[in-house]
């Protein structure tokens, strides 16, 4: 029997033990799912209040334009807004450019954000869209975003706007993120497509991914749509009881967990009651036996008697001893059971409440308070940490119960050494541990720490009981004193006053600058600087400027003490208190006399002329067109002398430029002396003037006459000698004059008009005046023009080469030199002399000799495929500009290899000019293209400067006598003796001798008798197209040739 009872009892005991469990998990499981169902609609209803404020705000501006002007003023109105969205509303519009936003301080405005996906995918769900978590496109910030349409009057999607929510700082979730579920549960929000937390009672997982498809099969079924609650093994390898259910306006999951060891805490706890109380059955069931044989009675009796003294209060509440197993101890051991599931239930719930007390008043301190504990090999942890530990560390208190290290880690580098070594002389000597350091957060903030605490021994370890507190702003507010305290030291002078003006206190500068001590002006307002150069009305603006802007900033005159009046740069701002209202002003100012000195003289660097102090042509062209329109409303005439002093250059390069300085000067100066006070004297440059004349009245004749006798006026002064440091000199001009009036001129037509009129003074003979005359400009249009056909000319192929034999006596044409002529639509055939000047002036000559050069190099090569010409030689005329290229000689090479002409058939003709620069240049470039086999002849030898060192020094072939001295050879004795100079000289050098433009029997005669057998021109034939050649050629003989041309 007594068995049996044992094994009922414990039957019954593994029964309710199972019974009860499940009963439990299912209570707890089911009071889990309802909290978070409550916490889910909560977060439904706060999106669903944002978003339905967001479609309030589209009615509101439905049919106005997206634009800032339009919609900003609205958003300012409403500042409720940020209440319910931290990080402010946007309005974008189609293109995803910010229009408008609040708070305006984040400066979004102008920002575009059509690169980022929410935007292209609330535009795809026209216009209504929730976003998943992610990073602020600009901030960096981890957001989620509302989106809802801006409509057009006819409906149509203009733009759209969003409220943003920052989830790292405070926002509508906090609520449930920072409740607790029990003592270590938590709870979060998760987005199921990305599987990111959107919010978490840590902090830590914002933005963080859940676990993967397949770590946890429960977590899978919530994302994909089961409700309700279970227990599984979750990624850290914890067992925790978890409930899901989804928010309604977001798709998002609302989720609960709690460790299992917490969760069913009670239910381990009975089990092990039941047990020990099954054991202590079975223990006391073996002694009934006994106690019911000695006292059946007296355990009823005893518990009757414990039971009245408990209910009196003379007893505490404690279990009744148990020594029958009837139905006395049956009652006795409910009893004993019932007793001990109220005390637990008592404890328990002092406990919680204790607790709940600690963290509450905990929570109410500014900072963390704290238990740390040092393990006997250095690292710690925190057993106890107040929840403004995640406020300091962004860590949950929770994450460093076991190890410290990720707290340790922190610590800046620059502070560990100081840390630790603080640390540690307090564990050794168990004392105080107080010290400041920085941490450095993950997203690289940096915050300053002050911890203080005290140590007790415990075994190997050491304890700590302590607080730290974030002192940043602390340290801050050191550093902007510190800052404040330098910036008063600048050198710019700076005054502080109170807001009626009265000045507090200057610094330094302030002193250095005014002259002022800080005494004579401290308790005295700023018009003790006042210069009084400034209206009544400047003052006035000025103050206006600092009421409604608190600011003004610009240029003002003060007076020192010692009375001098000197510009400065002030600064004036107003500094606001607490409330808003002006407390003081601060004035910062630089003195800016030398700026303003300094930018007089670039004034004048920039319109006189630094040598004569005379108007430079940019004031001249600016007076000169102001003249030109005056002229014109007046009907008035006026002159324009342009004025250039004759052999200056000569001057310069005899006496010195710092003679033609002063004469210069000198010029300037009495030419100043010659004019009315309202006329005009400037220089150009080099020894260039300007003179202009208004008001010469309204006739021409009267005009002219007045500007002639200013003219002559100024060369008669101007032509008076000189004394330049103890020399005589006398000098002249020539002066060109245009006048002008109502016609459509410009400034530039002016000049152009009287420089050439002073060059037809210069062509006249210099030191007197010439008047422009239309035909000068006629002259200038003309050659404009045929500038510009020029440049045709070479863009369509106008351009072709003629060639001319060179005849070498009693032997067949061997030679033939390339002349120029253009085929032009206007003029017909034209010769060189009518074109090439100007193609020299205007830098096309370089692109005409390389065409020529190309041309005569192809027509080489294409004769050296006829045997009739394959012989021929082509001499070629090579300008100065030409030559003197730097590269010239690897264009010549370029030439004949891709035409493929024999280099010993091109002669090069060079002139005495070009040879007269960079002779040795010459020479090498003379050099490399002989190595090739290019020969040379000296073209027009003895028209210029004429020297025998060169012809030495050169590696010429041939002498060309000039056709200026062939033309009179037989009426001339100069030129015939020039002729036979000529010859006798190429005789002597070993040069061949040519001469050019025979047109006459007797002077190729002549020549022949002097030695010269080489003769070119008109005797023997014209210049002729290539074409023609091959036939002259063959009617050409060797012999009598000068006879039959001559009889022709």
């Given at each position: 029997?007594?068995?049996?009872?044992?094994?009922?009892?414990?039957?019954?005991?593994?029964?309710?033990?199972?019974s009860?469990?499940?009963?439990?998990?299912?209570t707890?499981?089911?009071?889990?799912?309802?909290?978070?169902?409550?916490?889910?609609?909560?977060?439904?209803?706060?999106?669903?209040?944002?978003?339905?404020?967001?479609?309030?705000?589209?009615?509101?501006?439905?049919?106005?334009?997206?634009?800032?002007a339009?919609?900003?003023?609205?958003?300012?109105?409403?500042?409720?807004?940020?209440?319910?969205?931290?990080w402010?509303?946007?309005?974008?519009?189609?293109?995803?450019?910010?229009?408008?936003?609040?708070?305006?301080?984040?400066?979004?405005?102008?920002?575009?954000?059509?690169?980022?996906?929410?935007?292209?995918?609330?535009?795809?769900?026209?216009?209504?869209?929730?976003?998943?978590?992610?990073?602020?496109?600009?901030?960096?910030?981890?957001?989620?975003?509302?989106?809802?349409?801006?409509?057009?009057?006819?409906?149509?999607?203009?733009?759209?706007?969003?409220?943003?929510?920052?989830?790292?700082?405070?926002?509508?979730?906090?609520?449930?993120?920072?409740?607790?579920?029990?003592?270590?549960?938590?709870?979060?929000?998760?987005?199921?497509q990305?599987?990111?937390?959107?919010?978490?009672?840590?902090?830590?997982?914002?933005?963080?991914?859940?676990?993967?498809?397949?770590?946890?099969?429960?977590?899978?079924?919530?994302?994909?749509?089961?409700?309700?609650?279970?227990?599984?093994?979750?990624s850290?390898?914890?067992?925790?009881?978890?409930?899901?259910?989804?928010?309604?306006?977001?798709?998002?999951?609302?989720?609960?967990?709690?460790?299992?060891?917490?969760?069913?805490?009670?239910?381990?706890?009975?089990?092990?009651?039941?047990?020990?109380?099954?054991?202590?059955?079975?223990?006391?069931?073996?002694?009934?036996?006994?106690w019911?044989?000695?006292?059946?009675?007296?355990?009823?009796?005893?518990?009757?008697?414990?039971?009245?003294?408990?209910?009196?209060?003379?007893?505490?509440?404690?279990?009744?001893?148990?020594?029958?197993?009837?139905?006395?101890?049956?009652?006795?051991?409910?009893?004993n059971?019932?007793?001990?599931?109220?005390?637990?239930?008592?404890?328990?719930?002092?406990?919680?409440?204790a607790?709940?007390?600690?963290?509450?008043?905990?929570?109410?301190?500014?900072?963390?308070?704290?238990?740390?504990?040092?393990?006997?090999?250095?690292?710690?942890?925190?057993?106890?940490?107040?929840?403004?530990?995640?406020?300091?560390?962004?860590?949950?208190?929770?994450?460093?119960?076991?190890?410290?290290?990720?707290?340790?880690?922190?610590?800046?580098?620059?502070?560990?050494?100081?840390?630790?070594?603080?640390?540690?002389?307090?564990?050794?000597?168990?004392?105080?541990?107080?010290?400041?350091?920085?941490?450095?957060?993950?997203?690289?903030?940096?915050?300053?720490?002050?911890?203080?605490?005290?140590?007790?021994?415990?075994?190997?370890?050491?304890?700590?009981?302590?607080?730290?507190?974030?002192?940043?702003?602390?340290?801050?507010?050191?550093?902007?004193l510190?800052?404040?305290?330098?910036?008063?030291?600048?050198?710019?002078?700076?005054?502080?006053?109170?807001?009626?003006?009265?000045?507090?206190?200057?610094?330094?500068?302030?002193?250095?600058?005014?002259?002022?001590?800080?005494?004579?002006?401290?308790?005295?307002?700023?018009?003790?600087?006042?210069?009084?150069r400034?209206?009544?009305?400047?003052?006035?603006q000025?103050?206006?400027?600092?009421?409604?802007?608190?600011?003004?900033?610009?240029?003002?005159?003060?007076?020192?003490?010692?009375?001098?009046?000197?510009?400065?740069?002030?600064?004036?701002?107003?500094?606001?208190?607490?409330?808003?209202?002006?407390?003081?002003?601060?004035?910062?100012?630089?003195?800016?006399t030398?700026?303003?000195?300094?930018?007089?003289?670039?004034q004048?660097l920039?319109?006189?002329?630094?040598?004569?102090?005379?108007?430079?042509?940019?004031?001249?062209?600016?007076?000169?067109?102001?003249?030109?329109?005056?002229?014109?409303?007046?009907?008035?005439?006026g002159?324009?002398?342009?004025?250039?002093?004759?052999?200056?250059?000569?001057?310069?390069?005899?006496?010195?430029?710092?003679?033609?300085?002063?004469?210069?000067?000198?010029?300037?100066?009495?030419?100043?002396?010659?004019?009315?006070?309202?006329?005009?004297?400037?220089?150009?440059?080099?020894?260039?003037?300007?003179?202009?004349?208004?008001?010469?009245?309204?006739?021409?004749?009267?005009?002219?006459?007045?500007?002639?006798?200013?003219?002559?006026?100024?060369?008669?002064?101007?032509?008076?000698?000189?004394q330049?440091?103890?020399?005589?000199?006398?000098?002249?001009?020539?002066?060109?004059?245009?006048l002008?009036?109502?016609?459509?001129?410009?400034?530039?037509?002016?000049?152009?008009?009287?420089?050439?009129?002073?060059?037809?003074?210069?062509?006249?003979?210099?030191?007197?005046?010439?008047?422009?005359?239309?035909?000068?400009?006629?002259e200038?249009?003309?050659?404009?023009?045929?500038?510009?056909?020029?440049?045709?000319?070479?863009?369509?192929?106008?351009?072709?080469?003629?060639?001319?034999?060179?005849?070498?006596?009693?032997?067949?044409?061997?030679s033939?030199?390339?002349?120029?002529?253009?085929?032009?639509?206007?003029?017909?055939?034209?010769?060189?002399?009518?074109?090439?000047?100007?193609?020299?002036?205007?830098?096309?000559?370089?692109?005409?000799?390389?065409?020529?050069?190309?041309?005569?190099?192809?027509?080489?090569?294409?004769?050296?495929?006829?045997?009739?010409?394959?012989?021929?030689?082509?001499?070629?005329?090579?300008?100065?500009?030409?030559?003197?290229?730097?590269?010239?000689?690897?264009?010549?090479?370029?030439?004949?290899?891709?035409?493929?002409?024999?280099?010993?058939?091109?002669?090069?003709?060079?002139?005495?000019?070009?040879?007269?620069?960079?002779?040795?240049?010459?020479?090498?470039?003379?050099?490399?293209?002989?190595?090739?086999?290019?020969?040379?002849?000296?073209?027009?030898?003895?028209?210029?400067?004429?020297?025998?060192?060169?012809?030495?020094?050169?590696?010429?072939?041939?002498?060309?006598?000039?056709?200026?001295?062939?033309?009179?050879?037989?009426?001339?004795?100069?030129?015939?003796?020039?002729?036979?100079?000529?010859?006798?000289?190429?005789?002597?050098?070993?040069?061949?001798?040519?001469?050019?433009?025979?047109?006459?029997?007797?002077?190729?005669d002549?020549?022949?008798?002097?030695?010269?057998?080489?003769?070119?021109?008109?005797?023997?034939?014209?210049?002729?197209?290539?074409?023609?050649?091959?036939?002259?050629?063959?009617?050409?003989?060797?012999?009598?040739?000068?006879?039959?041309?001559a009889?022709?």
């Amino acid at each position: 029997m007594l068995l049996a009872l044992v094994l009922t009892l414990w039957l019954a005991t593994l029964l309710i033990s199972h019974s009860l469990r499940q009963q439990m998990e299912d209570t707890i499981s089911a009071q889990q799912f309802s909290t978070v169902s409550l916490a889910a609609r909560e977060v439904d209803r706060s999106v669903r209040e944002r978003v339905q404020a967001l479609q309030s705000l589209t009615t509101q501006f439905k049919g106005k334009p997206v634009s800032t002007a339009a919609i900003q003023p609205e958003l300012l109105r409403r500042p409720i807004l940020l209440m319910m969205f931290n990080w402010g509303i946007v309005v974008l519009d189609k293109n995803g450019e910010v229009k408008a936003s609040i708070p305006e301080s984040l400066g979004r405005n102008g920002r575009s954000y059509a690169d980022s996906a929410f935007f292209r995918l609330a535009m795809q769900h026209g216009g209504r869209y929730i976003t998943e978590p992610m990073q602020g496109h600009y901030s960096g910030q981890p957001v989620i975003s509302m989106l809802e349409p801006l409509l057009d009057a006819h409906g149509k999607l203009v733009g759209l706007i969003m409220g943003v929510t920052n989830l790292a700082q405070a926002n509508f979730l906090d609520d449930i993120s920072s409740a607790r579920y029990g003592a270590t549960g938590s709870f979060f929000i998760t987005a199921p497509q990305s599987r990111r937390y959107i919010m978490s009672s840590d902090k830590q997982r914002l933005l963080k991914a859940g676990p993967p498809p397949g770590i946890n099969a429960l977590y899978d079924r919530y994302i994909n749509g089961y409700e309700g609650s279970g227990v599984a093994m979750s990624s850290r390898g914890v067992l925790e009881l978890s409930s899901s259910v989804h928010i309604k306006s977001t798709g998002w999951l609302m989720q609960s967990v709690l460790p299992a060891e917490e969760a069913f805490a009670p239910i381990h706890t009975l089990q092990h009651q039941l047990f020990a109380l099954a054991l202590l059955l079975t223990l006391l069931a073996g002694g009934l036996c006994w106690w019911w044989l000695r006292r059946q009675l007296l355990p009823l009796s005893e518990a009757t008697q414990l039971l009245t003294r408990m209910g009196d209060g003379e007893l505490p509440k404690q279990p009744l001893p148990v020594s029958r197993a009837d139905e006395v101890g049956l009652l006795a051991t409910s009893f004993n059971t019932l007793l001990e599931r109220i005390q637990r239930e008592e404890e328990k719930a002092a406990e919680h409440a204790a607790n709940r007390l600690l963290r509450k008043i905990v929570s109410q301190i500014p900072g963390v308070v704290f238990q740390y504990r040092m393990f006997s090999d250095g690292h710690g942890c925190f057993p106890f940490a107040s929840e403004a530990f995640y406020d300091i560390y962004g860590i949950r208190p929770e994450t460093v119960n076991q190890c410290a290290d990720p707290i340790r880690n922190m610590v800046h580098p620059l502070d560990r050494d100081s840390f630790f070594e603080a640390l540690h002389h307090s564990a050794q000597t168990l004392t105080q541990w107080r010290t400041e350091y920085r941490i450095c957060l993950p997203d690289g903030q940096i915050k300053w720490l002050l911890v203080d605490a005290m140590p007790e021994q415990d075994g190997d370890e050491v304890l700590w009981y302590g607080f730290i507190a974030d002192i940043s702003r602390h340290k801050s507010m050191e550093a902007e004193l510190r800052i404040a305290a330098t910036t008063f030291l600048t050198q710019e002078g700076i005054m502080v006053t109170d807001p009626e003006g009265c000045i507090l206190r200057v610094n330094p500068s302030f002193c250095q600058i005014t002259g002022y001590d800080s005494a004579d002006v401290v308790g005295k307002t700023p018009a003790v600087l006042s210069s009084h150069r400034h209206p009544a009305a400047f003052y006035q603006q000025l103050w206006q400027s600092l009421l409604e802007h608190g600011a003004w900033q610009g240029e003002i005159w003060n007076t020192r003490k010692n009375g001098e009046v000197f510009p400065e740069w002030l600064t004036i701002t107003a500094v606001k208190d607490s409330a808003g209202h002006t407390s003081h002003y601060v004035a910062i100012f630089q003195d800016i006399t030398e700026r303003k000195a300094a930018a007089d003289e670039i004034q004048t660097l920039a319109f006189y002329d630094a040598l004569t102090h005379l108007p430079n042509r940019r004031l001249l062209q600016d007076r000169l067109q102001h003249a030109l329109d005056a002229a014109r409303r007046q009907k008035a005439y006026g002159a324009l002398l342009f004025l250039d002093l004759d052999n200056f250059k000569s001057l310069n390069d005899t006496m010195g430029h710092d003679i033609g300085d002063i004469l210069l000067q000198e010029v300037a100066g009495r030419l100043l002396r010659c004019l009315r006070t309202g006329d005009t004297v400037a220089r150009l440059g080099g020894d260039e003037f300007i003179v202009m004349l208004e008001n010469l009245g309204a006739q021409r004749d009267q005009a002219m006459r007045e500007a002639e006798t200013v003219g002559r006026k100024i060369l008669a002064t101007l032509h008076q000698p000189y004394q330049l440091r103890g020399q005589d000199y006398r000098g002249s001009s020539s002066l060109g004059i245009a006048l002008f009036a109502d016609e459509n001129s410009s400034s530039e037509d002016i000049l152009k008009q009287a420089d050439l009129a002073m060059y037809q003074a210069k062509s006249a003979g210099r030191n007197t005046l010439r008047f422009f005359d239309p035909l000068m400009q006629a002259e200038i249009n003309a050659r404009t023009r045929l500038e510009a056909e020029l440049h045709q000319a070479l863009e369509q192929g106008e351009f072709s080469l003629y060639y001319q034999p060179q005849i070498h006596h009693g032997q067949p044409c061997r030679s033939v030199e390339a002349l120029l002529r253009w085929h032009s639509p206007q003029h017909g055939l034209m010769l060189p002399a009518a074109f090439i000047a100007l193609a020299e002036q205007s830098n096309l000559i370089l692109a005409i000799d390389h065409w020529v050069l190309q041309q005569a190099c192809i027509q080489l090569a294409e004769w050296a495929k006829n045997p009739a010409t394959a012989g021929l030689s082509i001499a070629v005329n090579v300008s100065a500009r030409q030559f003197h290229q730097a590269d010239f000689v690897s264009r010549v090479s370029a030439l004949l290899r891709e035409s493929g002409a024999n280099p010993t058939l091109l002669k090069l003709e060079i002139t005495e000019s070009l040879l007269l620069m960079k002779l040795r240049d010459a020479a090498c470039k003379m050099n490399s293209l002989r190595a090739m086999g290019i020969t040379f002849a000296l073209d027009d030898f003895g028209t210029g400067y004429s020297s025998l060192s060169y012809l030495k020094q050169l590696p010429l072939d041939q002498v060309k006598i000039d056709r200026s001295f062939v033309r009179d050879v037989l009426e001339n004795s100069n030129d015939a003796a020039i002729c036979k100079a000529v010859i006798a000289l190429g005789q002597s050098l070993g040069l061949a001798v040519i001469a050019e433009g025979v047109e006459t029997s007797g002077q190729y005669d002549f020549m022949v008798a002097q030695g010269c057998l080489a003769v070119q021109g008109f005797l023997f034939s014209k210049a002729m197209p290539a074409s023609q050649l091959p036939g002259w050629l063959s009617q050409a003989q060797p012999h009598g040739m000068a006879e039959n041309a001559a009889a022709g």
